[in-house]
């Protein structure tokens, strides 16, 4: 007999409101708005949408970890140290911006003109890691090992974590969190473990999903573009599509580590005080403490 896992419960869950960001970029936000802040480690969630002709051009970042996701088309991006690549449909890039990175992330053109739409996490560094050099991990769709369960009803990408006894590629980021693309074909269900005592939430793609234990506490049906929030107690989260639903449904279960420390955010600079904010802040206006290489430099791609 399998012991059954306790569910996580549902904390709250809410639409994600689209809205402007970067250079005529559009982003449905649903973490690192008032609805959802103080929610260690994520400090932000963009479901982002860009065409040619806008993107995400020059900017800074300090304190904080990316994760960049491409659901569909290309991007480019390009720092100031000279690092340049393309993330590609399904491909991920890990970027710690530790002590001071300057990059742009552009759209590349699709024939079909469709835009290019991925999710952007920012992950929160532990203090003592936020002044580290920075550094990228690049995941290559190909690279994820993906698993089905439920006589081929579910398949798991697991992009970072264990689903199912199938582990991923190790030691993306600094700040430990799973990160499975999970879909569901009508009928189908999963219970999937997380690490007790981390937060965790779920970032709805495509379709409808039953979040909730059979025969249990509360199930709830979610369309897409919400944000479910988990609480921290319990050891599973359950998820099932009905047997009678159109089409498959698609998400993205996050979890992470919660940093004992304080968030002080001005935009991309996030460090544990008013202080060291300002001090970002000057660094960044006078290209010192990492923001050397910022002088003089503008992205290629960018302009
Ligand atoms: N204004 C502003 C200030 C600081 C930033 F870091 C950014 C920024 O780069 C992004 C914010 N959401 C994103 N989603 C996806 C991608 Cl690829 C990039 C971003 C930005 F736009
Ligand atoms: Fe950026």
């Known amino acids: 007999t399998t012991t059954k896992l306790l569910p996580r419960l549902i904390r709250q869950s809410f639409l994600a409101v689209e809205q402007s960001e970067g250079a005529g970029a559009r982003v449905r936000r649903s973490i690192g708005t008032p609805k959802l802040r103080n929610f260690s480690p994520f400090l932000m969630l963009?479901?982002?949408s860009v065409s040619p002709g806008a993107g995400f051009p020059d900017h800074p970042h300090r304190g904080q970890e990316t994760i960049t996701y491409l659901?569909?088309?290309a991007m480019e991006h390009e720092d100031f140290a000279g690092n340049r690549g393309r993330l590609g449909p399904g491909d991920l890039q890990f970027?710690?911006?530790?002590r001071g990175i300057v990059h742009a992330e552009m759209p590349v053109a699709n024939e079909d003109g469709?835009?290019?739409?991925g999710l952007q996490l920012w992950v929160d560094l532990p203090k003592h890691l936020k002044a580290c050099e920075p550094r990228y991990r690049d995941?290559?769709?190909e690279e994820v090992p993906v698993v089905q369960a439920d006589g081929g009803k579910v398949k798991v990408k697991v992009i970072s974590g264990q689903s199912h006894g199938?582990?991923?590629v190790k030691d993306l980021a600094y700040t430990p969190v799973w990160l499975l693309d999970v879909e569901v074909k009508p009928g189908g269900k999963i219970v999937q473990p997380l690490p007790e005592g981390w937060n965790a939430f779920a970032y709805t793609l495509q379709g409808e999903v039953v979040f909730g234990e059979e025969g249990g506490g509360e199930r709830r049906v979610i369309g897409e573009f919400h944000n479910v929030v988990f609480g921290q107690e319990g050891q599973a989260v359950y998820a099932a599509v009905d047997e009678a639903a159109e089409k498959s449904a698609r998400f993205v279960l996050i979890a992470g580590t919660p940093l004992e420390?304080?968030?002080v955010q001005y935009g991309p600079f996030v460090l544990t005080s008013q202080e060291e904010v300002y001090q970002a802040f000057m660094d960044y206006q006078t290209?010192?403490?990492g923001f050397e290489r910022a002088d003089g430099w503008r992205s290629e791609i960018g302009k």
């Open 46 to 48: 963009d479901h982002f």
């Open 71 to 73: 659901l569909h088309g």
């Open 95 to 98: 970027m710690t911006a530790g």
């Open 114 to 117: 469709s835009p290019n739409v």
């Open 139 to 141: 995941l290559k769709a």
């Open 166 to 168: 199938v582990d991923s």
């Open 261 to 263: 420390q304080k968030v």
């Open 287 to 289: 290209h010192s403490n």
